[in-house]
């Protein structure tokens, strides 16, 4: 095993997800080559960091493969979104534009960068197989409890339900972007709540047109109190609209995160028709 006090360190790359300028989205950490580094070094890295996640690859055997390990400050967790757009642009610029295939603990997650009219580098994910369950309604009690919300902030129209497409997400709708752009609620509560459900994040939402939507994510579990723009979470809300029968495929949805944070950012959601897997895709540019 590797010595980490003896290990040189390795570079870390900054970048923000789904945003066109360094002041927006959500901030990533990327290192392209994390070969040698222990879970240990790896966890210290993200929490000196203190983004949301920070992406740790290792280059597989063939060319644009990559196992690819997600660290929040406190955890790592199975697949993150924002990250793997992170890290598929930062693997763009240092190679070229392209199809990669990043292996998760998740699952294989294919992801294709392309350079946009506006000179912008462009991820696309294909998520991991995903599902939706019911969710007792005690456990939705506790959480509008912890959030200090109450059922009647709730849209009727998309109930509670916990989504999956590669991590785990309670899905809350409320039926006005006034109550979206209150949330002040029991850190240390919630995060053990979520961590009795292994939930990732909570994915609130607001539906302000039938296909665009306003999100945010509390990620008390990983350390932080908002996540600023959650690929993972809107990935999982694809699969949840499409089985609600809120929307339908094929079809792309627009979310909107990170305004009520002052670092805002979009999410492009595709459905297609012929595939349960849901396609999430964003810009993400360099933090000097």
């Known amino acids: 095993m590797t010595d980490d006090a003896a290990a040189p360190s390795p570079e870390i790359l900054r970048y923000a997800a789904f945003a066109t300028r360094p002041e927006g989205g959500n901030p990533a950490g ?30 597989g ?9 997600y660290f929040s400050p406190l955890t790592e967790v199975p697949f993150c979104g924002h990250a793997t757009v992170a ?19 998740a699952g294989d997650v294919p992801v294709e960068v392309e ?8 991820a696309t994910l294909t998520s991991v197989e995903p599902k939706v369950e019911e969710v007792p309604a005690a456990d939705v009690e506790e959480a509008l409890a912890l959030l ?41 509560g919630l995060a053990d709540f979520m961590r009795a459900r ?18 945010r994510d509390p990620f008390p579990v990983g350390g932080v109190v908002e996540d600023p723009a959650t690929g993972a979470a809107a990935a999982a809300f694809g699969a949840y609209l499409r089985d609600r029968g809120a929307v339908t495929a094929p079809v792309v ?4 995160q990170g305004e009520d944070l002052g670092r805002p950012g979009v999410l492009r959601v595709e459905l297609r028709a012929e595939d349960a897997r849901v396609r999430v895709s964003g810009t993400a540019v360099a933090i000097r």
């Open 30 to 59: 990327v290192v392209l080559d994390a070969s040698g580094l222990t879970d240990g070094r790896m966890l210290a890295i993200a929490a000196g960091l203190g983004y949301s996640e920070t992406a740790f690859l290792t280059p």
């Open 87 to 105: 890290a598929a642009v930062a693997v763009a610029e240092h190679t070229a534009p392209g199809r990669y295939v990043f292996a998760t603990a």
């Open 198 to 215: 292994d939930l990732v994040t909570l994915q609130l939402a607001w539906r302000e047109a039938s296909e665009v939507f306003h999100v």
């Open 115 to 122: 350079r946009g009219a506006d000179g912008l580098l462009r």
């Open 148 to 188: 200090g919300w109450a059922a009647a902030d709730l849209d009727p129209a998309l109930p509670p339900r916990v989504a999956y497409a590669g991590a785990r997400h309670l899905v809350l709708a409320v039926g006005t972007r006034a109550r979206l752009a209150r949330l002040d609620y029991d850190f240390d």
């Open 61 to 69: 055997q063939a060319a644009g493969e990559y196992r690819v390990r």
């Open 253 to 256: 949805l627009t979310l909107h």
